[in-house]
Each structure stands twice: as C-alpha cells, then as structure tokens.
C-alpha cells in the first residue's frame, strides 16, 4: 500500500498554495480586485471562524477534475481518486491543523464533521463522509455526522440557515468541517448556521479546492505567479 506521502506527490505538480495578500478575500482567500473580501463573502452571512483552503482548484484543471470525478464516477477510477484525495487532506491535516484550530482560538478541533451535499439523495452516499470518518487518520477518531440535509427547500448554491439541521445537540465544542470544493462558500456557511444553532463553540472549515475560473480578469497572471511544487510546509494560514 503506498504511503500518504507516495500518493500525494502526483499532486504537487498542479495543486496551488493559496496565500494572504492586498488583493487576496481575508475569508474565503478568493482573489479581489483590490477589496479585503470578495462579493461573496462581502455580501453573505459569516458563521464560519476560519476557512482554510488547502489549494485553489481552476475550472476545468487537474484538481477541479479528481474534485468532481471521486464523487460521481464508479469503479476503479472513483476507489484512487477517493484514496488519494483522502492522502492530501490527511497530509495536510498532520502539518497544518493546528494552525486552523489556533485562528479559531483553540489548541485543536474537538469533533469533525463534513458539509452535507445539498442534494438529499447523493447525501446518504457521498464518499466524503467515508473518507474523514474511515480514512483519514487525524479525523476518523473524531469525526461523527453532525448534520443532515433538511426538507426544506433551498436553492442549490444558496446559503439557508435552515438548508441542513443539527443531528443532536452540542455543548460549545469546536468543530472542524470539512469539504471538497468552495465556490461561494454557501454550503459551508450553512453547515456552520445549522452546528451554531445545535449548541457548537468555534467552527473552523478545511477545504481541498478553493475553486477559481482561470479567465476571470487576472486570475490567470495571478495564478502563474504561485511557485510550484506545492510547499507542504506552509499553509494559507501560516504561510503568508
């Protein structure tokens, strides 16, 4: 069986680091044009203490591509896409969580949960929830299913604080919630809405792919300009 560190080399070559800067959202690390937030995030509810984006995933590139085939493709393809994508945020899990839970103010996460899909159906199957609860070692001791998708009708990339509901009550522990993709932080947020409202402290968010369209004004200048390989040693927290 390869090691987490064999499987996640493969990755290096096209995952970009994202870090702080002028121009950089100080949420969601979406690049600006000269604001302290991006439109998202500057216009929607913030529930979340901290969001940590592993990556930048670009539409229609390497990582956006693994981001949207683990979950929707079967058979041998599906199995390594989910072994290796469990082996990056594994990996960045045992360098970097301690940065994520010390912006959230604490030593480290109580509990982990993941975001629920928003569509009920894919919910009960989606493999995320199979990858931080069996797979990932700094998570499955922790992790339980927080959440659930509601009857409630919501929009599909809309924040609702009533899009999911709380599986049972909380005492103040802090929660690390996990996702595969933000686009504009919807799902996460109301993740954070639902845990907030079941009785949870601070709720900080690890995502693997903080997605981008490489045309979208200088995006693409933007992006040739992270050095590569990707630096495991640093995150968008503490690398700045």
Not at 53 to 70: C, K, M, R, T, W
Not at 127 to 152: D, F, K, M, N, Q
Request: aromatic letters at 8%; charged letters at 25%.
């Amino acid at each position: 069986m390869p090691s987490v560190r064999e499987l996640t080399e493969p990755y290096e070559n096209f995952m970009l680091g994202p870090r702080r800067g002028p121009e950089v959202c100080g949420v969601c690390f979406n690049f600006t044009r000269g604001f302290t937030r991006c439109y998202a995030c500057a216009h929607g509810e913030q529930l979340i203490d901290v969001v940590a984006p592993i990556s930048y995933s670009v539409a229609g590139e390497q990582l956006h591509h693994a981001l949207a085939a683990y979950k929707r493709l079967t058979g041998d393809v599906a199995r390594r896409l989910r072994v290796e994508l469990a082996a990056v945020l594994w990996r960045y899990l045992g360098e970097h969580e301690g940065c994520v839970a010390g912006v959230a103010g604490r030593a480290e996460f109580e509990l982990v949960t993941t975001v629920p899909s928003g569509e009920r159906d894919r919910d009960e199957r989606h493999p995320l929830r199979w990858i931080a609860s069996e797979v990932v070692g700094p998570t499955r001791g922790r992790y339980e299913r927080l959440l659930r998708r509601s009857e409630h009708a919501v929009a599909p990339r809309a924040f609702d604080p009533e899009k999911f509901v709380g599986v049972r009550r909380l005492d103040g522990e802090s929660v690390l919630l996990i996702d595969d993709t933000w686009t504009t932080g919807a799902n996460a947020q109301s993740a954070a809405a639902a845990l907030k409202s079941a009785g949870a402290g601070p709720v900080g968010v690890v995502v693997i792919g903080r997605h981008l369209n490489r045309e979208w004004h200088e995006n693409d200048r933007r992006l040739r300009g992270i050095s590569r390989p990707f630096d495991w040693r640093r995150c968008a927290l503490c690398g700045s």
